[in-house]
């Protein structure tokens, strides 16, 4: 009965701000692992950002641009991207798993339905 439930996404121009959500239910985000993961067309889903207590890892590509982050009294977490790119364009995933930092698609369990950020250029 787990269901994540992303939001926020949208058309931005390149260098602005974005700020996703997911809405959990079923499961206490701050118990387990949160994750953002991204696809763009044609392309693997790749790791973007997690948290898993007071830890947090970035992919490389987005480091010093995007903080995850977590309300634990709305069960929600959050991405804020900053100084986006066209390159970020994709479909965002929220994704949850047992507690410990994985940037590997595989190992979560469960997974939202995405939501599309596009970034021109």
């Known amino acids: 009965q787990v269901q994540l439930v992303e939001s926020g996404g949208g058309l931005v121009q390149a260098g602005g701000s974005l700020r996703l959500s997911c809405a959990a239910s079923?499961?206490?985000?701050?118990?387990?692992?949160m994750g953002w993961f991204r696809q763009a067309p044609g392309k693997e889903r790749n790791f973007v950002a997690a948290?898993?207590?007071?830890?947090?890892y970035y992919a490389d590509s987005v480091k010093g641009r995007f903080t995850i982050s977590r309300n634990n009294a709305k069960n929600t977490v959050y991405l804020q991207m900053n100084s986006l790119k066209p390159e970020d364009t994709a479909v965002y995933y929220c994704a949850t798993r047992a507690r410990g930092i994985v940037t590997t698609a595989g190992e979560y369990d469960y997974w939202g339905q995405g939501t599309q950020v596009t970034v021109s250029s």
């Open positions: 079923g499961r206490t985000v701050s118990s387990y692992t």
């Open positions: 948290i898993s207590g007071g830890s947090t």
